[in-house]
């Protein structure tokens, strides 16, 4: 089955600086790599996502890059806030089929924003 | 707005007790996964159904754990009998497939608040 595996465990990083959280994952045929950030006391919540057929996406201060053929994707955060305190996790995904939809998670970046 | 309500927000019971786990998932969306967060396995998928049938349930234990969705507004996660090693936060998610350019699906998960569950 797929396995994915996020660095690094723990980021700390000064107010306005930039954050940036690497994954790899073992199945080719994943195609497709959300992110979610988590808070205190809360669920996971979608922030971006990916799709094969893309190399790169970008919404405000978030981006994420995929490399298929290396099998890697990364979040990049810029200008980091206080508020971007918290666990950010990836995950993988192959899409449609019966075995499709369902997600397999790294083990999650735990993020702290400095003021 | 639109969410994913889970029931109770924390529970403690003791060993051996029934514990049971209920979510009501975004109205519309037909698929459902029951996860599990510790702090040592990370988020670990235990089952997922889609209108209402059961997809995959190769992450939970089978001889105490059962999950089902007795209509699509009510899914639950029972455990009986619960055990200490069961404390952990557990999540709902529910999510609606979007059809890309070719026939492959995708799914946005969208995560309820979880139930905090402590076994004595």
């Known amino acids: 089955g797929e396995n994915v595996e996020q660095h690094p465990s723990t980021l700390s990083v000064q107010e306005g600086d930039s954050a940036v959280i690497k994954c790899t994952y073992s199945?080719?045929?994943?195609?497709?790599f959300p992110w979610y950030k988590q808070e205190l006391g809360k669920g996971p919540q979608l922030i971006i996502d990916i799709r094969s057929n893309v190399g790169e996406k970008k919404d405000q201060r978030i981006a994420v890059t995929l490399n298929k053929t290396a099998k890697h994707f990364s979040l990049h955060i810029t200008e980091t806030q206080p508020e971007d305190s918290a666990v950010y996790f990836c995950?993988?995904?192959?899409?449609?089929?019966?075995?499709?939809?369902?997600?397999?998670f790294g083990g999650g970046t735990r993020v702290l924003v400095k003021p | 707005d639109a969410r994913v309500t889970q029931t109770p927000r924390h529970k403690v019971t003791e060993m051996g007790q029934e514990v049971t786990m209920r979510c009501q998932p975004i109205l519309g969306h037909n698929t459902v996964f029951w996860y599990r967060q510790t702090m040592m396995q990370g988020l670990e998928l235990l089952a997922y159904f889609r209108n209402r049938a059961p997809l995959d349930d190769s992450g939970m234990p089978k001889d105490r754990f059962s999950a089902e969705m007795p209509d699509a507004t009510l899914a639950t996660l029972k455990i009986q009998p619960s055990e200490p090693r069961d404390s952990a936060v557990y999540f709902c998610a529910s999510g609606l497939p979007l059809t890309g350019r070719s026939s492959s699906s995708y799914n946005e998960q969208f995560f309820g608040p979880g139930t905090r569950l402590t076994v004595l």
């Open positions: 995950a993988a995904s192959i899409g449609g089929g019966a075995a499709g939809n369902k997600l397999t």
């Open positions: 199945d080719s045929a994943s195609n497709y």
